[in-house]
Nanobody
Framework: QVQLVESGGGLVQAGGSLRLSCAAS????????MGWFRQAPGEERKFVAR????????YYTDSVKGRFTISRDNAKNTAYLQMNSLKPEDTAVYYC???????????????WGQGTQVTVSS
């Protein structure tokens, strides 16, 4: 069992930056691939980015490539999502996720955080 807690959301103007954090507790953090999803009002939850166990393999959805960076610090049991050049269409609740496989982390992760709101004003 893994517990995930996100932080770092907020209100930012278009073009600005935010860094989301996901603190994990429970089982060994380095055993899990980590990911970020987002859900805008009236829409389904969608995959944003994922990172493998050691942090050497990352993957992003096309709409955030070049603007967002996912990373992790296994010593701190924390994953991050650095978001730059934010756009109003990035507005959503952002969820941290964990799973034991790279397929699972990008589709239906086993573990979810509670979400943090990101609002980008134009």
């Amino acid at each position: 069992q893994v517990q995930l807690v996100e932080s770092g959301g907020g209100l930012v103007q278009a073009g600005g930056s935010l860094r989301l954090s996901c603190a994990a507790s429970g089982r060994i953090f380095s055993s899990y691939a980590m990911g970020w999803f987002r859900q805008a009002p009236g829409e389904e939850r969608k995959f944003v980015a994922r990172i493998d166990w050691r942090g050497g393999n990352t993957y992003y959805t096309d709409s955030v490539k070049g603007r967002f960076t996912i990373s992790r610090d296994n010593a701190k049991n924390t994953a991050y999502l650095q978001m730059n050049s934010l756009k109003p269409e990035d507005t959503a609740v952002y969820y941290c996720a964990a799973d034991g496989t790279l397929v699972g982390i990008a589709t239906i992760p086993a573990y979810w955080g509670q979400g943090t709101q990101v609002t980008v004003s134009s």
